[in-house]
């Protein structure tokens, strides 16, 4: 792994844990892997399926509105990338988590 580059990320407050940490295509080999941290899915599952304003996703997180719309900005375009290229998408804790 590559040294860390800039500020490091700062804690985020993630108020679930998936069951399935890992999908991918059914009837075919994967072309590839792709990581998505679990900050980014708690982003996206706040804004895009709790219907929450990216100000109340933030606060719900305890992060900025410019660093949740990183996350969202990050995880759609990881997820979208998946899905058009047949990849398989793992969800792994952030960085900073151990």
């Known amino acids: 792994m590559m040294p860390w580059r800039g500020r490091r990320r700062g804690p985020r407050w993630i108020s679930f844990n998936p069951n399935v940490m890992m999908f991918g295509p059914i009837g075919r080999t994967p072309e590839g892997k792709i990581y998505v941290y679990l900050s980014e899915i708690e982003a996206l599952r706040l804004v895009d399926v709790e219907n929450l304003t990216q100000e109340e ?42």
């Open 57 to 98: 996703a933030a606060q719900k997180m305890g992060i900025s509105r410019k660093t949740l719309w990183t996350d969202l900005t990050r995880g759609r375009s990881k997820l979208v990338s998946a899905i058009v290229n047949g990849y398989m998408i793992e969800i792994i804790p952030d960085i900073n988590e151990k």
